[in-house]
């Protein structure tokens, strides 16, 4: 099967989630008839009506970051891979507290007193929904262009062999410069996913430039060989782990069978960016998706590469069900090439 008869395939056989991304997200199907009954469906879907009822306006900062499943992040996270987004209800109502709030900080210019984490919850809301459609918003937009000029601050000025302080008991200490000086003034995958929902900024030459030259530096093996989650900030006596650094899978050794579903969403996150899809990481993670394909030309990953697990992280690849019943193999087929046709879409390679 070509794409095409893939994406029919999938539209035809697959559950209500799949069926309905590919028909906005790959077919682009423009009958509103076809695109209604799919949306009815997938509002009457069990995971979708699990994960939206998860969406609860908490805002406390462990409410809003946390491995929890009823997280901020871990929900929204979800609930677009499940096709929710900007424009749709009951999806705009549910995220209406969150974006009411990033705008009364924005205005205030205060950030939440959650001590060394004071202002991480407004790039980590920026970042998620901009990934939700929402990047055209006035506070999303304002805060993502904070986060660009900083990320490519540091993909100006970051001298990887000075990094780390040496003049230190505490290994792996971040040089203060990059969140003291500059507050957070190091790229995170928030800020990534930010930048990839913008479409602002990938259709802007001057902000385009700027992020393919972040993407530029986080593909670089010196990157790649920092510590995962950059290491430690010392903040008055104390240290603290840092953490959501953009490390890849599959970049300094081979994969392994549980860093897979991270792949997948790291392929996903990068593929709006030229740097990376013609980065020998990303071509060699693409030969590595090209060989679970079969004989009858769907792709059939192993289970374990599609982990849903009762609680972590989302941007770790802890929430991967598309599928209201995963207990047919079928299933399995339908997300495996459903996340294969989705990576080579957005890659601009179908």
């Known amino acids: 099967m070509d794409v095409d008869e893939l994406a029919r395939w999938l539209v035809e056989t697959a559950g209500p989630v799949i069926r309905f991304r590919t028909l906005l997200e790959i077919l682009h199907e423009q009958d509103l008839g076809i695109v209604s009954d799919a949306l009815r469906d997938l509002h009457a879907s069990p995971i979708v009506q699990k994960w939206l009822g998860r969406l609860q306006p908490n805002l406390g900062f462990h409410q809003i970051h946390s491995s929890s499943p009823i997280a901020f992040e871990n929900v929204m996270g979800k609930l677009v891979q499940l096709g929710l987004h900007a424009g749709l209800q009951p999806f705009d109502s549910l995220t209406l507290p969150f974006r009411v709030w990033l705008s009364e900080r924005m205005k205030e210019k205060a950030p939440e007193r959650v001590g060394p984490w004071e202002g991480f919850s407004e790039l980590l809301l920026a970042g998620f929904l901009a990934y939700a459609g929402y990047s055209d918003t ?10 660009l000029r900083k990320a490519h601050w540091f993909a100006e000025n ?16 971040v040089d203060p410069q990059f969140y003291r000086e500059v507050e957070y003034g190091l790229p995170f995958v928030h800020d990534i996913r930010g930048f990839a929902g913008s479409p ?11 992020a393919e ?4 530096t986080i593909l670089s093996p010196e990157y790649q060989n ?6 430690y900030m010392k903040r008055g006596d104390r240290f603290y782990s840092i953490g959501w650094s953009v490390h890849l899978p599959n970049y300094l050794e081979p994969a392994k069978e549980n860093e897979m579903s991270k792949l997948l969403l790291s392929l996903e996150l990068l593929a709006p960016f030229e740097t990376a899809r013609k980065s020998t990481w990303f071509n060699e993670s693409l030969k590595l998706l090209e060989e679970q394909r079969v004989r009858e030309g769907q792709y059939r990953f192993p289970r374990t590469w599609l982990p849903e697990k009762p609680s972590g992280y989302w941007a770790g690849g802890h929430y991967m069900a598309l599928e209201d019943d995963r207990r047919k193999q079928a299933s399995i087929d339908y997300e495996s090439t459903f996340r294969v046709i989705k990576i080579k879409h957005l890659a601009g390679l179908i």
């Open 213 to 216: 030259q972040i993407i530029s």
């Open 158 to 173: 970051v001298s990887f062999d000075s990094f780390y302080e040496t003049a230190t008991k505490r290994e792996w200490l």
């Open 138 to 147: 006035s506070p999303v937009k304002t805060m993502t262009l904070e986060r």
């Open 226 to 231: 920092l510590k995962e989650g950059y290491g």
């Open 200 to 210: 602002w900024i990938l259709n802007h030459t001057e902000y385009r430039k700027k």
